[in-house]
């Protein structure tokens, strides 16, 4: 089953009978730009950066190959993946859009019936091009921007466009889910691959398992919903760095903590951060909570001030409490949107600690505030992986409120630090990699099988040495009776529950718990094991206490 996601891909272009058979395929740029636009820009450019291109045309399409070749080298397709690429002038602040054209279903291959592949990791598990002669991904980049065209990162004010190609080429590969967060719907009904992976840390389900009503719920359950595909979680460890920004309260005791947008002036966000009570801010001119007029000298001398957003620039609120004598001050946001963006601005004569909270962690504040002390601090929590999230430790994706159709879910969230390619926007300070130890793009293509039709494994995961083979299924000291099967890559099932382990690191039974049910109900799924037999192993799984001996045995 076959069809056509995208109207834009209307547009796709016949491109010929791929040549059959070959080792490795490759990713084929096809240009779908007119005569002196786009990649046909004759205006003339000097060599950047390592892009040799004597044309701004040129130099555009030698970015693109450029990314063509490290997503190749990155996944080394068994097809030809053809992606049709224009420069247009896209709606602003909008860099490029990119996705599958076609998706499939039910194809020789597939491992998940009745769901959605984009059309490249449909061929890649068919192992033949499912639909020749047409392209699978088409991506659109903007006309608007002048872009940094070099391959060294060195992109200065400029935005690098080595990064934007990659980022979007891989949506197009995999990283995107068919879902309506707005309303929570199925394209067409049906699940797809990567909401197979999206798990919503509260209720506990996968959004494939969710009815539209929990879908749309779970859009905006913000920075609680996250990724549980094995490789990435794997990999989270060596990838990210403690320190999410946040607000911690110690009294009232049950109260936040609370979400941090970073602002752009004054000192970075520190660990533990700056600690103090909390004062509302009162100006004395209605509303007196904005600061907007400067506040009476010493007013809030030692205090970290909360003050609403609206009605003057960020920068005068922070400026008048510095003024005041404040430590540090917390904005309240005067509209709905989590996670709380950033305050913007510059003022070099800021020396204190800001940042926004949302408008629902305000109001809780206040009506703290309004029966006794409020103690807080402001800083980097660096109990946590900046990008994972609070109740399993797994790498978050993007849940925002209110949806942002196109970025909501099918990035992940914006706090990873350090940053990642495949966040919302673009930041400066990425590199060109697709992979660990910088970056955990390959890790998704991993679990949602780009490799699997070579080691014969649903499971993600590339070989296991050192395998646990006892005949059943043994967690800690609870022998679930179940037979542990061996896969193709000589992986059991003992192995890939092993990997819960690691993907937590020890941190959380629960979290260990839930991936155990989550990776045994696939089993169900893919009639790997019966109903009973995920009983048996999850009611093992939910008694061991972590205290096992087997993680020496796991040679990886
Ligand atoms: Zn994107």
Not at 248 to 259: D, I, N
Not at 415 to 426: D, G, K, T, W
Not at 501 to 515: I, L, M, N, T, W
Not at 543 to 556: A, N
């Amino acid at each position: 089953m076959r069809t056509h996601l995208l109207a834009a891909a209307a547009l796709a272009v016949l491109l010929g009978t791929p040549s059959a058979a070959l080792a490795q395929g490759q990713i084929i740029i096809v240009n779908v730009d007119g005569v002196d636009e786009g990649f046909n820009d004759p205006t003339p450019a000097e060599p950047v950066g390592g892009n040799p291109g004597t044309t701004l045309g040129q130099q555009r399409l030698n970015v693109f190959e450029r990314a063509a070749d490290i997503w190749e080298a990155a996944l080394q397709p068994t097809n030809d993946v053809f992606v049709t690429a224009a420069f247009n002038p896209l709606a602003p602040n909008v860099l490029g859009s990119a996705g599958t054209t076609f998706v499939f279903s039910d194809f020789p291959g597939a491992e998940l019936s009745g769901t959605w592949y984009h059309s490249a990791l449909a061929d890649q598990l068919a192992s033949e091009d499912l639909n020749p002669g047409f392209a699978d991904i088409n991506a659109q980049f903007s006309s608007n921007f002048v872009f940094y065209l070099g391959f060294d990162n060195n992109e200065g004010a400029l935005v690098d466009l080595l990064p934007v190609v990659l980022h979007e080429l891989g949506h197009g590969l995999g990283f995107a889910n068919f879902v309506t967060e707005a309303t929570g719907e199925l394209f067409l009904g049906s699940p797809d691959v990567y909401s197979e992976y999206t798990f919503d840390v509260v209720t506990g389900k996968i959004w494939n398992e969710m009815t539209v009503a929990e879908r749309a719920a779970s859009a905006i359950n913000v920075r609680k919903v996250s990724w549980s595909g094995l490789s990435v979680n794997d990999a989270v460890p060596g990838v990210l760095s403690p320190g999410e920004p946040y607000v911690g309260v110690s009294t009232p005791a049950g109260l936040g903590p609370f979400m941090l947008g970073t602002a752009s002036f004054g000192p970075p966000l520190a660990s533990p951060g700056v600690t103090g009570d909390v004062t509302l801010a009162d100006d004395g001119v209605a509303p007196g909570s904005d600061a907007c007029t400067p506040l009476a000298a010493g007013s809030l001398t030692g205090k970290i001030a909360l003050v609403d957003r609206g009605t003057c620039t960020f920068v005068v609120k922070v400026k008048n409490a510095q003024d005041a004598g404040a430590v540090a001050v917390i904005v309240a946001d005067n509209a709905v949107a989590s996670p709380p963006p950033g305050l913007g601005g510059a003022d070099p004569t800021i020396t204190i600690t800001s940042g926004r909270i949302t408008l629902a962690d305000g109001n809780l504040l206040k009506a703290s505030l309004a029966a006794g002390v409020v103690n807080v601090t402001l800083g980097l929590d660096n109990s946590i992986l900046a990008g994972t999230d609070r109740v399993e430790g797994l790498m978050m994706v993007a849940a925002l409120n209110p949806v942002v159709p196109g970025s909501s879910i099918s990035h992940y969230e914006a706090v990873a630090s350090r940053n990642q390619l495949m966040e919302p926007a673009i930041n400066n300070d990425l590199t060109s990699s697709v992979q660990p130890p910088e970056d955990l793009t390959l890790n998704l293509m991993t679990d949602i099988g780009w490799f699997s039709d070579r080691d014969g494994v649903p499971d993600g995961r590339d070989s296991c040495l050192g395998s646990d083979i006892r005949p059943t299924v043994v967690i800690g000291t609870c022998d679930s009776k179940v037979e542990n099967l061996v896969f193709d890559d000589g992986c059991t099932i003992s192995d890939n529950i092993q990997a819960c382990y690691q993907a937590r690191h020890h941190r959380h039974h629960g979290g260990f718990a839930s991936c155990v049910a989550h990776y045994t109900a696939k089993l169900v799924r893919w009639d790997v094991i019966s109903g009973r037999e995920k009983g048996a192993i999850q009611s093992c799984a939910a008694r061991d206490r972590g205290d096992h001996d087997h993680d020496e045995g796991h040679g990886r």
